[in-house]
C-alpha cells in the first residue's frame, strides 16, 4: 500500500470514529419505585435503576425501549455494597452505553411499603435499526434446551444454547458477585481464538462435550454454578455478538483454573468496543443461585 492510501486510510477512519461518537448522546432519568411487600431492598433498588435508565433513554429517543443492567447488592458483614453493572442493551430504539457518576437513591418507607426514587446520569445512543434477533437460553444440568433456567443451585451444571440467523463472532462471560470478577467461559482458553465463529442458522450448546463438534472436543470446558458465601448469590452471564470480529478482554488472572479479568476492565473494554461497533449485541441474565 502506498503512503497516500494509507493518509487516506487512516482519514476515512478517522471520520468513521467522528461520526459514530456524535451518536452517543448524554441522557438522564428518575424513576419512582413502590415495591411489593415480598421484593427485599436489594431487588427494589435494582427495579428502580432499570427503570431509571428506560426513562433516561425514552426521553432522548423515543417510547418503544427495553433495557438491559445489572445491579448486584453485596453484604459482607455488617456493611452493604452496591455495585452498578450498567451495559445494557435496547432492542427498539436506544442502548444504554455506560452510566457517569453513582446513581443516587432515595429510599423511605410510605404507609409501610418500601418506596425506591432514583436518578441516573449516563449515555446512550439511538438504534436506527433492528437488532439481530438470537436465540439464547440458559440451560440448567442437561445440554438440551428443554431445560432453560436461571435458578440454580450449588453444584448445578451450567449450558448455554445460541442460534443467530446472521453469521458472527460470540463471546461469554461470566460475574461473580462475591469478588466483583469476570470470568471467560467462552471462546475456550485452550482453542487459541479471541472470539467463537458462529454460523447463521447452526444451533450451539455450549460447555458440553457431548453436544459440540468433534475438532473442538478437547477444548470444551464445562462449569458448576457455586454459592459460597451466602443462601442465595447472583451472577451474571453476559453473552456478546457481533458479526464483526473483535478481540476478547486480556485476562491476568485466574480462579478455579479460569480466566478472570476485574470488572472495571471488563467493563472498560466492552465500552469501548458497543461505542466503535452498532451491531455488537449485549444480553445479559442474571443467574440465581442457593445452597
Known amino acids: 500500500m502506498t503512503p497516500r492510501r494509507i493518509a487516506l486510510s487512516l482519514a476515512l477512519l478517522f471520520t468513521f470514529s467522528l461520526i459514530s461518537a456524535q451518536k452517543i448522546k448524554k441522557v438522564e432519568g428518575e424513576y419512582t419505585f413502590r415495591a411489593p411487600e415480598n421484593m427485599s ?3 427494589a433498588r435494582k427495579v428502580a435503576l432499570e427503570r431509571a435508565m428506560t426513562a433516561a433513554i425514552a426521553n432522548k429517543f423515543g417510547t418503544l425501549v427495553s433495557q438491559n443492567s445489572t445491579t448486584v447488592v453485596r453484604n459482607a458483614e455488617t456493611e452493604s455494597h452496591t455495585d452498578f453493572y450498567s451495559i445494557g442493551g435496547s432492542e427498539v430504539k436506544g442502548e444504554w452505553i455506560r452510566t457517569i457518576n453513582e446513581p443516587e437513591y432515595d429510599i423511605t418507607y410510605e404507609q409501610g411499603m ?7 446520569n449516563g449515555e446512550a445512543r ?9 436465540d439464547i437460553r440458559v440451560l440448567k444440568n442437561q445440554p438440551d434446551p428443554k431445560y432453560e433456567s436461571i435458578e440454580f443451585s450449588h453444584n448445578d451444571d451450567i449450558f448455554l444454547y445460541f442460534k443467530s440467523p446472521e453469521n458472527g463472532h460470540l463471546a461469554v462471560f461470566l460475574l461473580d458477585e462475591n469478588t466483583t470478577d469476570v470470568s471467560t467461559l467462552l471462546p475456550y482458553e485452550t482453542s487459541g481464538e479471541s472470539c467463537y465463529l458462529i454460523k447463521r442458522g447452526k ?4 460447555f458440553s462435550d457431548k453436544t459440540c463438534d468433534k475438532s473442538e472436543a478437547e477444548d470444551v470446558e464445562s462449569y458448576v454454578m457455586m454459592c459460597t458465601e451466602n443462601d442465595v448469590e447472583y451472577n451474571t452471564l453476559y453473552v456478546v455478538f457481533s458479526p464483526n470480529r473483535f478481540a476478547s478482554p486480556i485476562s491476568g488472572n485466574r480462579y478455579l483454573d479460569v480466566p478472570t ?3 472495571k476492565d471488563f467493563n472498560k473494554w466492552l465500552i469501548h468496543n458497543r461505542k466503535h461497533d452498532k451491531n455488537m449485541n449485549v444480553h445479559t441474565f442474571t443467574v440465581r443461585i442457593k445452597k
Open 203 to 206: 444451533p450451539y450448546i455450549f
Open 114 to 120: 418500601l418506596v425506591v426514587r432514583v436518578k441516573v
Open 41 to 43: 431492598p436489594a431487588e
Open 126 to 134: 439511538e438504534i436506527e435499526s433492528a437488532a439481530i434477533d438470537l
Open 261 to 263: 479479568i476485574p470488572y
